[in-house]
């Protein structure tokens, strides 16, 4: 009887104190190669990798002139921004979760941003893909 009362006021105890620990969510960067049709590698976001996105978005001058973004070719990355981003400029006016960057095999590159749920605004991408490349750490182009 005793044993059993213990057992019951050990579990409750127990029970009461539990402490919920929060893991931390890592994001991570996609590269998508559409004629293999699957994600050819991925790489953990960083500081370094956020500040570039964010500044492509600051320096948002122009609109992607093309009709169809949409690309069989070349590469598709995802970068996720931890944290989000607020946007209000000509061309924006969002929070900013993800980016996602275009490198056709012959066109110029591109990124795009989903403004709404519905609504894709694609820009151009002005910085070298080398210097991302190297950063990402695969041969881009």
């Known amino acids: 009887m005793i044993k059993k009362i213990l057992t019951t006021v050990f579990l409750v105890i127990i029970l009461l104190h539990l402490q919920v620990i929060h893991a931390e969510e890592y994001k991570y960067i996609e590269i998508f190669d559409p004629k293999q ?8 976001t960083n500081k370094e990798i956020n500040a570039m996105i964010v500044g492509w978005i600051n320096g948002i ?14 590469y ?44 894709l605004i694609c820009f151009p991408f002005d910085s070298q893909i080398s210097t991302l490349s190297n950063v990402l750490d695969f041969k881009l182009k």
């Open 76 to 119: 598709a990355i995802r970068f996720p921004l931890d944290p989000t981003i607020q946007v209000q400029n000509k061309w924006l006016n969002t929070t900013v979760r993800e980016v996602y960057l275009i490198i056709p095999e012959n066109d110029p590159p591109f990124f795009m941003v989903f403004e709404t749920e519905d609504r």
């Open 37 to 44: 049709d699957k994600v050819v590698k991925t790489v953990q």
């Open 61 to 74: 001058d122009r609109v992607y002139a093309k009709i169809d973004p949409i690309k069989n070719d070349g």
